[in-house]
Each structure stands twice: as C-alpha cells, then as structure tokens.
C-alpha cells in the first residue's frame, strides 16, 4: 500500500535501521525507541491489524515473528533480563501505524499496567 510507513520502508522508500529480515517478516528499530531495545516486527504483506489475520497467516507469518522474537531476544541479549512484545490493536489499542506490528521492548525495567 503506497501510503503505509511499513510498506514504504519494506520496499526500501523510507529508510531505516533492519536487524532481522526473511521470506515473510522484516524486524527494524523504532524510531522513537521507548527502551533502550525497540524493535519492530513487521509482516511484508500489508495486514492492517491482528483482527485481519487470516488462516494462511497463521501458518505462513505469525509463527515467523515468535521465531523473530527469539531471535531477536538472544541478539540483543534479552535473555536473561526478560523483555516484553506488544501489539496495539486498533484505536483503544493505541495502534499508530496500520500495518500489524509486533513491538520488542526490552534492556530496562519495564512498568505494569501500561498506560
Ligand atoms: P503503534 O502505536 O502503531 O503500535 O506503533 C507504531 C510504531 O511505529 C511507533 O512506536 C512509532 O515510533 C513507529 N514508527 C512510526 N513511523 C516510523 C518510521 O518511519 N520508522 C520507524 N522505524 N518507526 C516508525
Ligand atoms: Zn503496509
């Protein structure tokens, strides 16, 4: 979709910082990072929010961002200090950029309930 961030930045319009990427998923660092580690796990195919996943994409994508999650975690020695994944679903949800995302936070103590 030509007017969404992530797919700008999936086909390499707008910049940015990747750290994981493979068939289905592409993982960059957030551009106002929250945390010292703030990741973004992205699906390439524009799926707007969790609630438009489909059967193919729980096959083919969703097992591909946990596989990243862990990855990613060991990357960036998350490990043992525990980190957390948030998806925003949604405008309650607080979700900004309508291509479903998957926040990695971690590398601080993070707070419960968020706000
Ligand atoms: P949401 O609020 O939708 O869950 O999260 C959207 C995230 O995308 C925010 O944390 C925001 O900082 C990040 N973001 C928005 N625009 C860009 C961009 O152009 N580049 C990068 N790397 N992150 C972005
Ligand atoms: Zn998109």
Redesign the pocket.
């Known amino acids: 979709m030509s007017d969404c ?1 992530f797919c700008n ?1 999936i086909e390499g319009k ?1 910049p ?1 910082v990747p750290v994981y990427e493979n068939e289905h998923i592409i993982a ?5 990072p929250q945390a010292p580690t703030h990741l ?1 796990i992205v699906p390439r195919k524009h799926i707007p929010t969790t609630m438009d996943i489909v059967e193919g994409d729980m096959k083919d994508i969703i097992p591909e961002i946990f596989a990243a999650v862990k990855h990613l975690a060991g990357q960036f020695n998350l490990e043992q200090g525990g980190f957390r994944v948030v998806n ?1 679903c949604g405008k309650d949800g ?4 309508d291509h479903l ?1 998957f ?1 990695l936070l971690g590398g601080r103590q993070l707070t419960w309930p968020p706000g």
Do not use: P, R
């Open positions: 961030v930045i707008i940015s960059f660092k957030d551009i106002n973004l925003n607080g979700q900004t950029v995302h926040h």
